[in-house]
Nanobody, 125 residues
């Protein structure tokens, strides 16, 4: 059974930093594209950052470029999202997603099949 579990969400002041983690089980992590998405009530889910199964290709939505960094540790089967200089409007539920490498890589438009339950990031300013 595939499991995707996010952690690291918290209250954070504007300008602060957080690191989100996404642990996985039931899949061969190194063979999966991975991604971070976020959603607020009433809005569509947004692809924040995604990384190909090789780790060699990354995608960032324009609003986070230069502030967020996606990375993966295949030995730990874990995906990370380092978020710096957070903005109040980035309050959202952040989700992790996984998709096997045979699926065409299209950045965060990749058709991700496995999803976690999310971790909440909230502005405390």
């Amino acid at each position: 059974q595939v499991r995707v579990l996010e952690s690291g969400g918290d209250l954070v002041q504007a300008g602060g930093s957080l690191r989100l983690s996404c642990s996985t089980s039931g899949l061969t992590f190194a063979n999966y594209h991975m991604g971070w998405f976020r959603q607020t009530p009433g809005k569509e889910r947004e692809g924040v950052s995604c990384i190909s199964w090789t780790g060699g290709t990354t995608y960032y939505t324009d609003s986070v470029k230069g502030r967020f960094t996606i990375s993966r540790d295949n030995a730990k089967k874990t995906l990370y999202l380092q978020m710096d200089n957070l903005k109040p409007e980035e309050t959202a539920m952040y989700f992790c997603a996984a998709e096997k490498r045979s699926t065409e890589w299209l950045g965060c438009r990749t058709s991700f099949h496995y999803w976690g339950q999310g971790t909440q990031v909230t502005d405390s300013s």
